[in-house]
């Protein structure tokens, strides 16, 4: 079983960054997809960025539009962790972020139905 739990969320000024990680267990799998979705307050929960990867291929890394340019999704296989890197933040950023992964999927898993398991969250505000 997967398991996922996320930690580097906290309060940052507009134009700052921050850095979330995911620790990753039970993801066993040599092909599979992880992403980070976001879920700010009256608003639908989206995907902000994934990463998949399997024996023989590239990774393939996927960014929303809002994002693109500003946030880098990227893993340490050897720590088993996944990181969302976010640098010039916007107010409109401010959400709690989600850790998700899926088994046996390589491609574009930016899609709420595509993954299966989740991280718990953690709080990311960014005050202009």
């Known amino acids: 079983q997967v398991q996922l739990v996320e930690s580097g969320g906290g309060s940052a000024q507009a134009g700052g960054s921050l850095r979330l990680s995911c620790a990753v267990s039970?993801?066993?799998?040599?092909?599979?997809?992880m992403a980070w979705f976001r879920q700010a307050p009256g608003k639908e929960r989206e995907g902000v960025a994934s990463?998949?990867?399997?024996?023989?291929?590239?990774?393939?890394?996927y960014y929303a539009d809002s994002v693109k340019g500003r946030f880098t999704i990227s893993q340490d296989n050897a720590k088993n962790t996944l990181y969302l890197q976010m640098n010039s933040l916007k107010a409109e950023d401010t959400a709690m972020y989600y850790c998700?992964?899926?088994?046996?999927?390589?491609?574009?898993?930016?899609?709420?139905?595509?993954?299966?398991?989740w991280g718990q969250g953690t709080q990311v505000t960014v005050s202009s």
């Open positions: 998700a992964a899926v088994r046996g999927y390589y491609g574009y898993c930016l899609r709420l139905g595509a993954l299966n398991a």
């Open positions: 039970g993801l066993t799998d040599r092909r599979y997809c």
């Open positions: 990463i998949s990867k399997q024996p023989g291929s590239p990774y393939l890394t």
